[in-house]
């Protein structure tokens, strides 16, 4: 099992930026990768960004939503169990609620935080 919480939500004016933290325990190391997701109201639930775990001889990768390239970063500190994500130039359109998940090696299997609101005013 793997618990995920996430942190860092709130209200910004546009162009502003916020920084989500996702703290991870238990079996972390069954972990492949982990990533942010959002969902608004009425929309489905989108990857925003994700991380892999990489291993000793390859450094992890990166991958972004279009909508969010160039503005969001994310990153991992393995010592400490932690997955942020950096979001700069927030635009109203990234409101929602962000989700952290860790998705296992083992079939795939997805964990999930509880969420945290994003709300970005114009």
């Known amino acids: 099992q793997v618990q995920l919480v996430e942190s860092g939500g709130g209200l910004v004016q546009a162009g502003g930026s916020l920084r989500l933290s996702c703290a991870a325990s238990g079996r972390t190391a069954s972990i492949k990768s982990f990533g942010w997701y959002r969902q608004a109201p009425g929309k489905q639930r989108e990857l925003v960004a994700r991380?892999?775990?990489?291993?000793?001889?390859?450094?992890?990768?990166?991958d972004y939503a279009d909508s969010v390239n160039g503005r969001f970063t994310i990153s991992r500190d393995n010592a400490k169990n932690t997955v942020d994500l950096q979001m700069n130039s927030l635009k109203p359109e990234d409101t929602a609620v962000y989700f952290c998940?860790?998705?296992?090696?083992?079939?795939?299997?997805?964990?999930w935080g509880q969420g945290t609101q994003v709300t970005v005013s114009s």
């Open positions: 998940n860790a998705r296992a090696w083992f079939l795939e299997y997805d964990y």
């Open positions: 991380i892999t775990s990489g291993s000793i001889t390859s450094g992890s990768s990166t």
